[in-house]
């Protein structure tokens, strides 16, 4: 039985890949294992069937025979843990994989997110000139950790794993700024992401709703 991942039907983000969802089809195409999707509309989220897959009514969910998750960490945990692909077989070198992934989510993404909230939806407010710079003080800050750390490796552990895939999706997010300019080891370790076939696979699915969206 193939996995049924939640998409947005016309997507915010028009195409650019940002939408969440975009996480778990990569994750999907690395491992090789195939998946129906199914779209829905804001309406829809907030609609009693979405709702019993997703409480707070967002995207993507997971379902798969009588399972159903939603949350992007959990639902990339779990294709990473069950299927072969996106982590180390070596115990202590999974479980780095794995915190790399929490370290994507819970240390990376929300300076990144507070960013674009700052830059792209506040930046009318009276206060945004002051609250904007300190905003990207905090990005800027973690990024030049994970440069150090990365240095000049391919990847955050050895191999590509789950935990550079959820990394590189929170990078991403900085594409319309010129944040990570400098940090050459970063946007080159992006790259070489972007360039995998899994990518540009999961890439192309998603891109190609937002292509139907518009014509409609």
């Not at 969802?21 to 979405?50: C, I, N, S």
């Not at 982590?87 to 790399?100: D, G, Q, S």
């Amino acid at each position: 039985m193939k996995p049924i991942i939640t998409a947005f039907a016309n997507s915010p983000d028009r195409g650019r890949g940002l939408a969440r969802d975009m996480r778990v089809r990569w994750a999907l195409e690395e491992v090789g294992q195939p998946y129906d999707v199914r779209l829905v509309t804001f309406k829809e989220m907030k609609e009693p069937a979405h709702l019993a897959r997703s409480p707070f009514g967002q995207i993507p969910t997971y379902e798969e025979g009588d399972l159903t998750l939603f949350e992007t960490g959990a639902i990339m945990l779990h294709i990473a843990t069950t299927r072969a692909g996106l982590l180390p077989e070596e115990p202590n070198a999974r479980e780095r994989a794995i915190m790399w992934m929490f370290a994507a989510l819970s240390t990376m993404e929300p300076p990144v997110i507070q960013y674009e909230v700052s830059a792209f939806f506040e930046k009318d407010k009276s206060w945004s000139s002051e609250r904007l710079p300190l905003v990207i003080e905090r990005v800027r800050d973690r990024l030049d950790q994970l440069s150090a750390f990365l240095g000049d490796a391919d990847w955050l552990e050895g191999d590509f794993s789950a935990g550079d895939l959820m990394m590189i999706e929170v990078l991403i997010r900085l594409g319309s700024s010129n944040l990570l300019d400098d940090y050459p080891n970063l946007a080159a370790y992006v790259a070489r992401a972007k360039a995998r076939p899994a990518f540009k696979r999961a890439f192309e699915a998603q891109y190609q709703v937002f292509l139907a969206a518009s014509k409609s």
